[in-house]
């Protein structure tokens, strides 16, 4: 007797179906009209896997078109380019003679995908090497912290040193008010030095010109929390009193001290991060 568990092919996907599957457990199509004759058929053609790429298959569908090559494509993979399931891919189902000519039209469409996504890929790399390029020299922001370097330890020092003269008769009640006064102007001035010598290392492109930049923020930032504490220790152990002035004194050297802080964060984040520095000092 003969078995009724003779298998064969489902005619849309190719999956081995059991002679009395009336629905092909792969794909869902109706087995119920699919005669012997073709059946036997299905020696005749030959199943070739080919790219879901919509764009991609279009250009493979259409050579085949052109060449006059007879094939069809599988509905329910068809279904899986345009929607949610990938799990398939689609496939072609061509006669077994002209499968040579159609995985070399399938391969040439590849080869040409393969040299357009090379030469997307270098261009991509051009661009962004046009790119940097582009972002070098001493050029927006990095010239705003070069002349500001430059420039504006010439003012800030001429107000310091007025200042030394306006307070040095003034505020007697402060302990080592002199002593203060002086440090405070050799401190500014030699901060100031290195400020203008800072922003003509970074203009002139020097090899040390972000080491010698990082020292002088770093320098101000150092001095700006030394004076602050040296005000605060002063404060505290000569028990002076707390009036209008003395809020007045101490509120100006918080202030000062909290627009140093934000003055070296913003510059340190800005060489850091800057990719005009780093294309221009190559570090």
């Not at 007697?172 to 001035?189: F, H, Q, S």
């Not at 010109?209 to 220790?233: E, K, P």
Request: proline residues 3%; hydrophobic residues 40%.
């Amino acid at each position: 007797m003969e078995s009724n568990e003779t298998e064969y092919q489902c005619s849309d996907c190719g999956t081995n179906v059991s002679a009395d599957a009336k629905i092909c457990p792969n794909c869902g199509s109706s087995l119920e009209e699919t005669s012997e004759e073709e059946v036997s058929n299905n020696d005749l053609f030959v199943q070739i896997p080919v790219t879901s790429h919509p764009a991609n298959l279009s250009s493979i569908l259409s050579l085949l078109d052109e060449n006059k090559i007879d094939y069809s494509i599988n509905d329910d993979a068809m279904e899986n380019i345009w929607g949610p399931n990938f799990i398939q891919v689609p496939k072609l189902l061509v006669r077994k003679e002209q499968v040579e000519e159609v995985k070399e039209i399938i391969n040439s469409i590849q080869e040409e995908v393969e040299v357009l996504d090379s030469e997307v890929f270098k261009k991509e790399n051009l661009d962004r090497e046009d790119k940097k390029l582009q972002m070098k020299g001493v050029e927006g922001w990095l010239l705003v912290f070069c002349m500001t370097l430059m420039l504006g330890p010439l003012a800030y020092l001429f107000y310091d040193i007025n200042s030394y003269f306006e307070i040095k008769d003034q505020v007697n009640w402060i302990p080592l008010k002199e002593t203060i006064l002086i440090i405070d102007l050799i401190l500014t001035i030699i901060i100031s030095c290195l400020s203008v010598y800072a922003g003509w290392s970074l203009w002139k492109i020097s090899s040390n010109a972000i080491s010698i930049t990082r020292l002088y923020l770093n320098s101000v930032l150092a001095y700006s929390l030394f004076f602050l504490l040296l005000i605060t220790i002063i404060f505290m152990v000569s028990k002076i009193p707390f009036n209008t002035i003395s809020q007045n004194i101490y509120g100006v050297v918080v202030k000062e001290t909290i627009s140093s802080l934000a003055y070296v964060i913003i510059w340190k984040l800005y060489l850091k991060n800057s990719e005009r520095v780093k294309n221009t000092y190559k570090f």
